[in-house]
């Protein structure tokens, strides 16, 4: 039922997409968009540096958490083959991979303790994003709250998951929890917080710099609540990189502060653009330093996805 439901609105969401490129794609409008991006070298290469280091923040994060069981290079590696992978395919296995990256590199490092890593660090993401997001739509004095019926069926769902890991893989919940609580202990989970937290604000950089290079206005702190709104929509990801599904959320967040929908609608395609070829050169750059075969890949993803089930 949770998958259909998420592809119905998934759905949607491409559906909303078509509809904005229907009514407002101008092909010469986003070609003189392309070319005010390259009369901006040094400040086009600025906004793609600060973009990879907020993936660097997030590989020390990662490193943090797993308490010296793995090098930096190895989490900077398994994050950016994840960013590669997530955008090749429709669907976000690229965590699959980067767990397992991590697990095989480091000898240390059991598979279930890299797994659990990243399922913490990507739900530290989401609380960051929707922080981000939360203190935004206050700044913006917009109306919003959750509705109760939803606050309590995800209660309810949070109750149900725990009682029946705690009742048939107790030892198992009791490990993790360790292993949680030893990640957040003292100093080092403050910074592995303030670490993921200012990798989403460098992270909006790519946003902001983009519409200085169109010569629109957006302040930085807007920047960063657009791409925490969008970032978060990601969850509703079917098609390669999000494309559809990030362009609708932009949008809609840049209209929140007053852009024009055609004007919104070339900024979120330029700056989607940009994050593509950053995961496509930092992947070139991984699979050189460190390649995969496909075949592996895809035997890590099918096993990891077998016992899941």
Request: proline fraction near 3%.
């Amino acid at each position: 039922m949770k998958y259909s439901f998420k592809t119905v609105l998934s759905i949607l969401t491409l559906a909303g997409f078509a509809f904005l490129t229907i009514h407002s794609f101008d092909a010469n409008y986003l070609g003189n968009s392309i070319k005010k991006i390259f009369q901006h070298p040094v400040l086009l290469a600025a906004v793609l540096i600060v973009y990879f280091l907020s993936f660097c923040l997030k590989a020390a994060a990662w490193k943090l958490y797993l308490n010296g069981k793995a090098h930096f290079s190895t989490c900077l590696i398994g994050i950016l083959y994840s960013l590669l992978i997530n955008h090749l395919l429709p669907i976000k296995v690229g965590d699959l991979v980067r767990a397992k990256i991590a697990s095989t590199r480091e000898p240390m490092l059991k598979d279930d303790e890299a797994f659990h890593s990243v399922v913490v660090l990507r739900l530290l993401d989401m609380f960051c994003l929707v922080g981000i997001a939360m203190i935004g739509l206050w700044a913006l004095k917009v109306q919003f709250r959750f509705p109760l019926w939803l606050v309590m069926i995800s209660s309810f769902i949070s109750l149900l998951v725990l009682f029946t890991v705690h009742h048939y893989a107790p030892l198992f919940l009791n490990k993790h929890i360790q292993l949680f609580k030893k990640a957040f202990s003292g100093k080092k989970g403050l910074f592995i917080i303030a670490c993921t937290f200012l990798s989403w604000l460098l992270e909006a950089g790519i946003l902001y710099g983009t519409v200085m290079m169109l010569q629109g206005d957006l302040s930085f702190l807007a920047s960063v609540f657009a791409n925490s709104v969008t970032i978060a929509g990601q969850v509703l990801q079917i098609t390669p990189g999000g494309i559809g599904n990030y362009e609708s959320f932009l949008v809609f967040a840049l209209t929140l502060f007053g852009f024009p929908v055609k004007e919104g609608y070339t900024i979120a395609v330029v700056t989607h653009a940009l994050k593509f070829v950053v995961s496509y050169i930092a992947g070139a750059v991984v699979l050189l330093l460190y390649p995969i075969s496909f075949n592996t890949m895809k035997e890590w993803i099918k096993v990891r996805r077998v016992r899941e089930k």
